[in-house]
């Protein structure tokens, strides 16, 4: 059983990964269980094998409590790390070669707190691995590249678990876009020239040229790979990453 977890900021597309992959890996003879851990989500495009939502619903926490949207996410998975063992029971008696889950949409909400990576690990198995999830359309500007970068690193350093970047949405974009931010990755010296070309917020820029060295220093982040959750285009490659790490590697590159 391989577990993966789909971990990304609000609106990346994790939801729909989540949808897209388990239907490409059910193309590929895998079987797939998926969880929605995600206590506010309203809607999914799919059908989960366990919802949170059946256990604890922010929703009514916000009703029952008086809390805010935020204080009620918070709440919820504070709920949901004390019945972690209950939950990984049910997802074990699924018996899927895959485990698809999706994470709460407020990443800080869940990825920033201490309990978000005690509900992790709890509910890891053998084999587990995170799949940040970076929304091209942010990433498209060389601090937005940079910024999406030092939270994928971030999530790194919380879950302490392989991670595959995914550079999502790519559909929505140029090739020779998509082909840059792919550049930004490898060759540091043009990520630098490309944030020094902002001119119109110099402070931004020196920020983030600051930042970007101490991403070239730590040097530990992987090309993401470009995907488009809708379209499908990419998830092979995610796929043939993933499996690397289930058999033991867990670089990319
Ligand atoms: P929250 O959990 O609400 O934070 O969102 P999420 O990260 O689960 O994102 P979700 O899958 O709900 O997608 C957000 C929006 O982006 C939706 O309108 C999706 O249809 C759209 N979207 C997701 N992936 C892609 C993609 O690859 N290409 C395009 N064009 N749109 C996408």
Redesign the pocket.
Known sequence: MFTVFIV????????????TFAEWLENNQYDVAIVNL?PA?EYV?YIPDIDIRDVVSARELMRKYKLGPNGSIIAAIDMLAVRAQEIKSQIMDIGANYVLI?T????ELFAFRSVGSVLINRLSMDRSAVVF?IDATQAQTPSGYVSSMLLALSTQFRFNMPQVNVL?????LDRSVVDEILEWSEETDLLREALMSNQANKLEADLSVRLSDILTAIGTIPRPIP?????GEGLDALYRVLHNVYVGGSDYD
Request: proline share 6%.
């Open positions: 990304g900021t609000a609106g990346s597309g994790k939801t729909t990964l989540v949808s995600d989500v495009p999706d709460p949409g407020q990443m999830v999502n949405k790519i559909d929505l995907i488009s959750a809708k379209t």
